[in-house]
């Protein structure tokens, strides 16, 4: 029990993404008004920046009383891993659409908050991509994540995208990707690894 709760303590540490996404904003969210739409509008929140251990959080705070369906618009470099997770967690609580809209990104630890999604649609021209996380250069050296972290963080994330229903050959597609790089998914690759919702997909 004790080695299980240091290994989940240890997981913030290490799961973030490339360093130099560092240099972006923290993730902020608000409400855009939505176009041509008269009665039962849903609310529309656009959700931007680099994602923190807080997001999932002020997500949350911004929508307890939103009573009415939800659609996010996210567009992000990426950030925490346990971050990404926790706000898909928390947009699959409210049952939210999520969408990637032309000329946007979701990259990284982002791609798993858009898992999230009952709706998850990506218009043509938004890029979605993957890599390998890695630890922050200040714990450890280079990419290096200790060997029982990254068993634990592959495992954790194998059960999460099967839990949202996507299929967990997607992580194992992100671990072989070192992570100062980036592969981004075709448009074919988003339907067969079920980042889009069948039907969906602009």
């Known amino acids: 029990m004790r080695r299980t709760r240091a290994v989940l303590i240890g997981l913030p540490v290490f799961l973030l993404v490339h360093p130099a996404l560092a240099q972006n904003q923290p993730m902020t969210f608000r409400v855009a008004a939505p176009e041509h739409c008269r009665i039962a509008c849903p609310a529309i929140i656009l959700a931007e920046g680099l994602i923190v251990a807080s997001s999932a959080d002020e997500f949350r705070a911004l929508v307890q009383t939103a009573g009415r369906q939800i659609i996010v618009h996210l567009n992000s470099p990426g950030g925490s891993l346990i971050g990404g997770m ?47 996380f890695h630890a922050l250069p200040s ?16 495992d954790m994330l194998t059960r999460y995208a099967e839990r949202m229903g996507a299929d967990p050959a997607l992580v194992a597609l992100a671990a072989g990707v070192a992570p100062d790089k980036v592969r981004y998914l075709s448009k074919e690759e988003l339907r067969s690894y079920r980042l889009v919702t069948p039907g969906r997909n602009e």
């Open 139 to 154: 714990d450890v050296s280079g990419d290096t994540v200790p060997p029982v972290l990254a068993r634990y963080a592959l």
């Open 86 to 132: 926790q706000l898909g967690t928390a947009l699959r609580d409210v049952r939210a659409t999520v969408a990637i809209a032309k000329n946007r990104r979701c990259v990284s630890a982002c791609v798993y908050a858009l898992l999230g999604g009952v709706v998850r649609r990506v218009e043509a021209g938004a890029r979605i991509g993957v890599h390998r």
